[in-house]
């Protein structure tokens, strides 16, 4: 229900746009969010979106250099990742929860591997 893509490899200090198609689900009701699993390590949350775009939350190693965005109309959420560093590295997971104010993320995408080199 949720497809992850626009992974990859580039160097540090480059910039990677990352994409999570939504499907079998209302798209605009969700509150969206993008997590990043290193390996060995557990997911770790980088942003969220609330249901209309107009509210946004990042982690602090997040905040100033990515920007997440969603277009209801496309059913799609985005996340705009500039200035990346080798720890940003890992598998980017996009998810998905009805609950405004908090919980568990209902749904995840199958992830996008992001690998920043120095």
């Known amino acids: 229900q949720l497809q992850a893509s626009g992974g990859g490899l580039v160097q540090a200090g480059g910039s990677l746009r990352l994409s999570c198609v939504a499907s079998e689900l209302t798209f605009s009701l969700y509150t969206m969010a993008w997590f990043r699993q290193a390996p060995g390590t557990d997911s770790k949350f980088v942003a969220r979106?609330?249901?209309?775009?107009?509210?946004?939350f990042y982690a602090p190693s997040a905040k100033d250099r990515f920007t997440i965005s969603r277009d209801n109309s496309r059913n799609t959420l985005h996340l705009q990742m500039n200035s990346l560093k080798p720890e940003d590295s890992g598998v980017y997971y996009c998810a998905a929860r009805e609950s405004e104010v908090g919980g568990n993320y209902d749904f995840w995408g199958q992830g996008t591997q992001v690998t920043v080199s120095s």
């Open positions: 979106i609330n249901p209309s775009g107009g509210s946004t």
